[in-house]
């Protein structure tokens, strides 16, 4: 190995250090932010569903409110349990996908008909950032963070 | 001037060897994928093809090495049965995008074997995750990025060195550069 590749290197670690920094330091919602599970599927396209988060810590999937009236397949009901240990399945384009909710631990993907199964060995996602996809299945579910929405209360105006 | 009235000729030899490299980068292919899964993290492979692509560039002209990494690609799709499903279309793009990378170290010769390896190993990461991002319109896949590129560190290493213990052999038998470039 030449020095510059000896350079070279120390700039890809240095490059996935900062990478690493980034997401310590930005990537846990702050308070006044929400854990949003966003889920993307052929069936309905793109829904989202989101979850209060606590102090950054994962405790569970708590839906206050969905934005997609159209989540076929999961009940809204599974979602807002959110301390029990959940299982409910969406519709890939190559079959049903079986998520796995388990409090304290995360969503997976546990059971897929794909061929190389990636989405099932991702495990378990249970912070800002993190995402399980299924390009065959075309599904995504990422946990992102988002500006809390405000209540019906808080409207401002309403234009008609 | 060249004229375009002129045939490009391609030699036998440079022929049988260009066929060659394309198999040899399928076999290590499908030897990969034979193998049982030794890391955590779904999308990190040994990138055992990557091999062939470092030995090709310090022996053909780049648009050899492009021909050799297009056709394995297809080939490789073709043999799988994945041929223009979503993981063609990655594990494509993450080979022609470490191709291009590598080629343009190439013209670094500060760099040895070793480092276009690890370009390459860079370049094929992202080149994926870039396509995933494509397929399923959502950047969230950026976020496992630097896991990758520290996974792409002894993954380059691996690649690199076999690479240059290959170019070596090579070296002696006459088919590398010294008998100029194919």
């Not at chain 1, 900062?18 to 396209?45: K, R």
């Not at chain 2, 994926?128 to 494509?134: G, N, R, Y």
Request: net charge neutral; aromatic share 10%; with cysteine.
């Amino acid at each position: 190995m030449s020095r510059h590749d000896w350079i070279l290197l120390a700039g890809i670690v240095f490059a996935a250090a900062i990478g690493f920094a980034f997401q310590a330091f930005f990537g846990n919602p702050s308070e006044d932010q929400m854990l949003v599970l966003h889920l993307t599927a052929p069936a309905y396209g793109s829904a989202e569903a989101s979850a209060p988060e606590d102090a950054g810590v994962f405790r569970g999937i708590k839906v206050e409110r969905t934005t997609a009236e159209a989540l076929e397949g999961i009940s809204i009901a599974d979602l807002e349990s959110g301390g029990e240990e959940r299982y409910w399945q969406i519709q890939g384009a190559n079959g049903p996908l079986t998520l796995h909710f388990a409090p304290g631990q995360g969503i997976e993907i546990i059971e897929a008909q794909c061929p190389d199964q990636i989405c099932v060995r991702t495990g378990f996602i249970r912070k800002a950032g993190q995402s399980i996809v299924c390009v065959p299945n075309e599904v995504m579910v990422a946990l992102q963070t988002a500006e809390p929405t405000k209540d019906k209360g808080d409207v401002d105006a309403i234009l008609q | 001037m060249p004229s375009f009235n002129k045939q490009t000729r391609i030699s036998p030899r440079k022929m049988v060897l260009l066929a060659l490299m394309i198999t040899l980068s399928m076999g290590l292919h499908a030897a990969e994928s034979m193998m049982p899964l030794l890391f955590p993290m779904p999308g990190i492979k040994l990138g055992l093809a990557n091999i062939v692509t470092v030995i090709c560039l310090f022996i053909f002209y780049p648009r050899d090495v492009f021909i050799i990494v297009t056709l394995r690609v297809i080939l490789v799709g073709f043999v799988a049965g994945s041929f223009l499903t979503p993981g063609f279309w990655i594990s494509g793009s993450g080979a022609i995008l470490s191709f291009l990378a590598m080629a343009a170290a190439c013209r670094f010769p500060k760099y040895s074997a070793v480092g276009i390896s690890l370009v390459g190993a860079v370049a094929h990461n992202i080149g994926q995750l870039a396509m995933v991002s494509v397929l399923m319109g959502n950047q969230a896949v950026f976020y496992y990025l630097p896991w990758l590129l520290v996974w792409a560190v002894p993954m380059g290493l691996l690649t690199g060195f076999s690479a240059k213990a290959a170019i070596k052999a090579l070296r002696k038998t006459g088919l590398d550069g010294t008998m100029g470039m194919y």
